[in-house]
């Protein structure tokens, strides 16, 4: 086998691995939801090495998507950091093995605290198991290493298992994108969640013609707006819309005859309109679902307010 031959075995074993986690999601699971859905105060993950890597970021996708939770490593916790632990918390715990030590001395002074523990392992047997309010499976037939010893399906199999819990809870809590976007307000998706139509509109030299303009001058306002497009308007109300594209077919279709039709002849008379308070991902919707690449910002009264393009878009 040649290098890509062996990463092809690799992801189809793991693939593999999670696709057998199906049939080991039971009432715990269902039950584990609830619980943290209940919950007053924070999620507390924890694991020890690699489990602690998956905490981590299992940790962050739940604070991200509407619980607040974060890592603890269960070492620290024998120095000072079981003061940020309330009753009000529940502690998801993650372990392969369901035995790792030092995960399991941190175990009792969760449960002197009279803290939920939620447990995440390959073994429904094992003492971290048998110690926690609910179980969730995550055992493999075996690591997608040729020796079964390094930790790749099973801490796939944990990440996964996360990603479930906070999927589960995220539709459990109704959780919408400007949800998600006050979570993530500096970054490129927290803008763009956020950004309105008014944001990003063109409002100045907008290429405004009336319908009984004809067409060879309506060619030269669609070029000076290089939008690509001309609004038609009466009396400041938007009745239709040409494009470069109408221009084009409409040249095609009558050639000498061209210049002797008018804008009226060639417009959408319902062109696609939002408000100015429209997200920009809901104007991509838009534009994506009708193949357009732009749109009109229009006031209550069918005023026309300003374009945004496919470019405007591309924050």
């Not at 024998?78 to 001395?105: K, P, Y």
């Not at 175990?107 to 047997?125: C, E, F, K, R, T």
């Not at 479930?164 to 809870?169: F, K, Q, S, T």
Request: hydrophobic share 40%; charged share 20%.
């Amino acid at each position: 086998m040649n290098a890509r031959e062996y990463a092809i075995k690799c992801i189809q074993d793991e693939a593999q691995a999670l696709l057998e986690l199906i049939p080991k999601l039971d009432e715990d699971f269902d039950r584990a939801v609830e619980l943290i859905y209940r919950c007053h105060g924070k999620v507390i993950v924890t694991g020890v090495g690699k489990s602690g890597h998956i905490g981590e970021k299992i940790a962050a996708t739940l604070s991200s998507t509407g619980t607040p939770s974060f890592f603890i490593n269960p070492l620290d916790v024998f120095h000072g950091d079981l003061g940020v632990m309330t009753r009000d918390d529940v502690v998801l715990a993650i372990s392969n093995s369901g035995q790792t030590d030092e995960l399991l001395r941190f175990i009792p002074l969760v449960l002197q605290m009279q803290i939920p523990i939620v447990a995440m392992s390959g073994n429904p047997d094992s003492l971290l198991a048998k110690y926690a309010s609910f179980h969730l499976n995550v055992s493999v037939a075996r690591e997608a290493d040729p020796m079964n010893l390094a930790p790749t399906s099973s801490a796939t199999a944990q990440l996964v298992m996360g990603d479930a819990l906070a999927i589960a809870l995220m539709r459990k809590r109704n959780f919408q994108p400007t949800d998600f976007a006050q979570f993530h307000p500096g970054g490129e998706l927290g803008k763009r969640l956020l950004t309105t139509a008014a944001d990003v509109m063109r409002t100045e030299d907008l290429p405004t013609i009336p319908p009984k303009m004809h067409l060879g001058e309506a060619i030269i306002q669609v070029s000076r707006g290089k939008l690509g497009l001309g609004v038609a308007t009466e009396e400041g109300q938007i009745v239709g819309l040409i494009t470069d594209g109408d221009i084009r077919r409409a040249m095609e279709k009558w050639q000498a005859e061209f210049f002797n039709r008018t804008v009226d002849d060639i417009m959408t008379r319902h062109p696609k309109t939002v408000s100015p308070e429209t997200k920009i991902t809901e104007i991509q919707r838009i534009m994506n679902k009708h193949k357009i690449h732009s749109v009109l910002v229009v006031s209550s009264d069918n005023r026309l307010l300003g374009v945004v393009d496919h470019y405007s878009c591309m924050l």
